[in-house]
């Protein structure tokens, strides 16, 4: 969709939409003059301008536009960045469910008091252009009402700025949708030699992209990863992905991300309802990947990689099984008790292989690691498990500042202790108290001392069954903005 910024008149056909604050109902009156009154008359009965509440006026007496579509903003002091995306977003919901081929976002009038016009102007384009995201290519035939018509918006606004602030906002709604573009896709379209595929096309951006195959994992000493992968025809990729946008030679941030492109449990098979699910299993590596894509299209002044462990997890004769005990890249033993329990045995290698190759400045792995951090936190924020209190501190900021939220989980000893094996060096579940710690537990092993460290577990926050304002249901994207936002507070001068 095209997204315009313009200080033209509000045009005289075709769609309006136009925010209005709870207590502040100047960019209605702009309008309303044409109208005699009659958009104010109509928003009497029923509009109380509450956040994303919407007033569709078909055919407004007194103007010739098709529609007015009146927007709540809630209470203007209250009015925060992420608002205006949401607002932005709410608008597109709404225009996309029409036959509009074209709207106006009218902004002349909607000053909100803690925000400058400028980021209102772009964080509603911004909103926009999220909400209209759409994941439809296997979808042959489609009913012309089902095909949306709305192809551009132009935001009105007097500022001079918005334009230029869009333009960085924009390389990160690419990455954003890279991601929901890699969690959507099927399974027999994405496994680790395509996804693989999809990973060098970044080399078009700058970034350098380097694919280690079973060989090569083999040769350094990848256990862990590797068994999972051993019951699938696909063979197992690791990718490392870096942009060194930043100072030369300053050791990077380095992301890591689980990347199974099908979780069937292996030999520890899962229930068959919901298993079509598991095709978003690698939702880690996809925020990673379209991290560093958001990065290296905004030309992010920092050093960061960005590595993904991608493996299939199948229940052939050859696969894992429960009882099997593999050695990891560190050295270190695992005894598998539940082949279910891919993920963490995935990012163990990753992890050290991604300390061993770059000595990072932090690691900051995501993976929709366990079923347990949805019984703890839904779908409203990601597990972040860490003893870094000041990592703790930037990446929950991140996340208020992006809507990528996170709430920090448990992380001792105690969980340590739980993963202790009588016939290995740990075993690769802990029981079912504590699930999401013992599993963040069990990556810390293979964390080496003195490193900063976070684990993300975004098991609720990579998919949604809903539409939310800035996000359709599917695949949500989440951690891109989350990371990006990280990076650009902490690591870019």
Request: net charge neutral; glycine share 12%; aromatic share 6%.
């Amino acid at each position: 969709m095209q997204i315009a910024f313009t200080k033209s008149a509000l045009p005289k056909t075709g769609a309006v939409v136009i925010p209005v604050f709870e207590d502040d109902d100047s960019a209605l009156k702009a309008v309303d003059e044409a109208a005699g009154g009659a958009l104010a008359k109509a928003a009497a009965a029923e509009f109380k301008a509450k956040k994303n509440q919407t007033l569709d006026i078909i055919a407004p007496r007194g103007l010739d536009n098709s529609r007015v579509i009146l927007i709540g903003a809630g209470k203007s002091k209250a009015f925060k960045p992420l608002d205006a995306e949401s607002l932005g977003g709410t608008a597109a919901a709404r225009l996309l469910s029409t036959r509009e081929k074209s709207a106006s976002i009218w902004l002349q009038g909607f000053d909100a008091p803690g925000v400058g016009a400028d980021e209102v102007a772009a964080r509603i384009a911004f909103g926009a252009l999220l909400r209209s995201y759409r994941f439809d290519k296997y979808r042959t035939k489609l009913e012309k009402d089902q095909k949306p018509a709305l192809t551009r918006i132009s935001i009105h606004t007097a500022s001079t700025k918005a334009k230029t602030l869009f333009a960085d906002l924009q390389k990160i709604a690419d990455g954003v949708f890279l991601t929901r573009d890699l969690v959507s896709e099927p399974p027999n379209v994405l496994y680790p030699e395509s996804f693989a595929a999809r990973c060098k096309e970044l080399e078009a951006l700058g970034v350098k992209v380097t694919v280690l195959g079973v060989k090569e994992m083999t040769k350094l000493g990848m256990g862990s990863l590797l068994g999972v992968g051993q019951g699938s025809a696909k063979e197992p990729k690791l990718v490392a992905m870096e942009w060194m946008g930043g100072k030369k030679g300053d050791a990077p941030v380095a992301f890591v991300g689980k990347g199974v492109t099908f979780d069937t449990g292996g030999i520890s098979l899962k229930p068959g309802p919901g298993m079509e699910d598991m095709k978003w299993d690698m939702g880690g590596a996809g925020a990673v990947t379209g991290a560093i894509a958001a990065l290296a299209g905004r030309k992010a002044k920092a050093n960061v990689v960005g590595v993904i462990g991608l493996v299939e997890n199948m229940p052939d004769g050859a696969a894992q099984r429960p009882g099997d005990i593999t050695t990891s890249m560190s050295g270190q033993t695992i005894e598998i008790l539940n082949t279910d329990a891919e993920g963490r045995l995935v990012l163990a290698d990753a992890i050290w292989w991604t300390q061993e190759t770059y000595k990072p400045k932090a690691v900051v792995d995501l993976a929709t690691l366990t079923g347990a951090i949805l019984i703890s936190l839904a779908h409203e924020y990601a597990g972040l498990f860490t003893q870094d209190d000041a990592l703790a501190s930037e990446l929950a900021h991140a996340g208020a500042a992006t809507g990528d939220r996170v709430w920090r989980m448990p992380l001792d000893k105690a969980h340590y202790e739980m993963i202790k094996s009588d016939v290995a060096d740990m075993k690769n579940i802990g029981g079912k108290e504590g699930g999401s710690s013992t599993a963040a537990a069990f990556i810390g092993k293979f964390v080496k001392e003195g490193q900063a460290w976070a684990h993300l577990d975004i098991a609720g926050m990579a998919w949604s069954k809903k539409d939310a304002p800035t996000c359709p249901k599917g695949g949500t994207g989440y951690g891109v903005r989350l990371l990006d936002e990280w990076v650009r507070a902490n690591y870019e001068g």
